[in-house]
């Protein structure tokens, strides 16, 4: 089955605990990116990235990491987590620039 | 700067009533255009898209838009709607000027039974 799988779905941590989120999609997409979801807000992108090796902010890249080593995984990174990224993050995937997004089960990540 | 704009935050209506959910975009360039909905605790999932061509397209579940370059809008539509379509919708689009995909901030819509 054709999907973008994330993990963990849920997770609490302490602030400034690393952690990492992991997503892999078995499309072969090209090009894959990182949504946060907050109420009022809507979805801002943090990261994308249009191909291995190639990455690029978002909209909200702050506080954030990613690394694109291989075309399936494109995990996020948070170093240095604070209780304002407490959200719902998704993965998403496409096979194009065009394309339409192929979502992830999203990650309800809460830092206290 | 390129947007998405959403006018309805929040619209209730009873079941099978018809439904128009209004999307505004704000950019140039090669416009494609995205209606993905969200039901509750679950990802986002495709819903219809806008490419080029007919502007009248109709995706799952019995949902349409309509695109109108003039005004700059691709408006949502369902004739009936059901209980199961409660949700949040989201309309989203790319420009080919940023090669961005750039989200609206949704609409929740709650069908009453």
């Known amino acids: 089955e054709a999907q973008v799988t994330q993990n963990p779905r849920y997770l609490i941590t302490v602030t400034g605990k690393k952690l990492t989120v992991t997503c892999s999609q078995n499309?072969?997409?090209?090009?894959m990116s990182w949504y946060r979801q907050d109420p009022g807000l809507g979805l801002r992108q943090i990261y994308y990235s249009m191909n291995v090796e190639v990455t690029d902010k978002g909209d909200v890249p702050e506080g954030y990491k990613v690394s694109r080593k291989e075309k399936r995984n494109f995990p996020l990174i948070l170093e240095s987590p604070s209780p304002n990224q407490t959200s719902l993050y998704f993965c998403?995937?496409?096979?194009?620039?065009?394309?339409?997004?192929?979502f992830g089960s999203g990650t309800r990540l809460t830092v206290v | 700067a390129q947007s998405v704009s959403q006018h309805n935050h929040h619209v209730i209506l009873s079941e099978a009533a018809s439904l128009e959910l209004g999307c505004n975009y704000s950019?140039?360039?090669?416009?494609?255009l995205f209606w993905y909905v969200q039901y509750p605790g679950q990802h986002l999932q495709l819903l219809l898209k806008?490419?080029?061509?007919?502007?009248l397209v109709k995706g799952i579940k019995g949902f349409e838009a309509e695109f109108i370059k003039s005004k700059f809008s691709f408006n949502l539509r369902k004739p009936s709607v059901q209980w199961s379509d409660t949700a949040e919708y989201f309309c989203a689009g790319y420009s080919s000027n940023t090669g961005k995909l750039i989200f609206g901030q949704g609409t929740t819509l709650q069908v009453k039974p």
């Open positions: 950019y140039g360039g090669t416009v494609n």
């Open positions: 806008y490419f080029s061509g007919d502007p």
């Open positions: 499309m072969n997409h090209e090009y």
């Open positions: 998403a995937s496409r096979i194009n620039r065009e394309g339409g997004y192929t």
